[in-house]
């Protein structure tokens, strides 16, 4: 027997690179206060996943069209005189959502695998799941490595971002797309709904002990680990849904760094 061929070694193997490239991924969602957008990204997921398994094709192709359709569509309407991007993605965070429930509600028989677009399914994850999984990582630590500086420059010094001859927008839309990817790549693991605690909390845990960018990413990415891995366990353990659990954790492990610095600083 293959040591794939067991449902609970997938599993632990995927929710270890899941909570990795969510905690890679968040800590830019965190630094540029993304976290609503990255919500709206959720849910607007949602009806791309639902309408790819009615038609049959791949979730994770329909999630990744739906989500860029979101993500160039917040980047363009932000960008125009009068508005601006909470406004923008309010309405597609509900837009979104209306659409998938619509499109489970026309589908008899449909509303049974419902929770598994919600809340995930890690149990039921396929080698296939575990190889696009490891990709999507592989490829986002590229790309936030390879674009560190106009990525930083368009973040933080727009003025200096125009100076260098960087155009911000696109490195925007660069970034925005890239989070839509990772959005997608773990909602097998946790579901639409709970995927953004799994991407903010480990960030957002790990800047309350550190300002240094680069310990941020690498204390995030071992948060998220650690997050998908006890999760799993309670999971197992006491029977709850894994995709709950593992966001429990990582709401858990962020409580904890909030009253552990306190601790450290009024010591």
Known sequence: MNWWDDALHRATAEVVLV??????????????????FTMALTH???????????????MFIGGV???????????ALSRRRGQNAAAATGVV????FALGTGLVATQ??????LSAFLVG????VTPRDLLTTAVVLGAVAVVLVVLARPLLFSGFDRAGARAAGFRPGVWDLVLLLTIEVVVVTVVPA???????ALIVAPAAAARLWTTRLGVITALAVGFGAVSGLGGLYASSRWNVAAGA?????????????????????TA
Do not use: E, K, W, Y
Not at 121 to 124: A, E, H, N
């Open 108 to 113: 008899q028989g449909f509303s049974r695998d």
């Open 65 to 75: 069209v739906a989500g860029a359709v979101v993500a160039v569509g917040v980047a």
């Open 121 to 124: 399914s890690v149990l039921t």
């Open 44 to 58: 607007a997921t949602f009806p791309g996943v639902v309408a790819a398994s009615i038609i049959g094709v791949n």
């Open 190 to 196: 946790v579901g639409t709904i709970l995927a953004l």
């Open 19 to 36: 909570g990795a490239l969510a905690g890679l991924v968040g800590v830019q969602v965190v630094v540029r206060r993304l976290s609503f």
């Open 93 to 96: 965070l509900a837009g979104g």
């Open 245 to 265: 659990s593992i966001t429990l954790t990582a709401t858990g492990i962020l409580l904890m760094s909030i009253v552990l610095t306190r601790s450290v600083r």
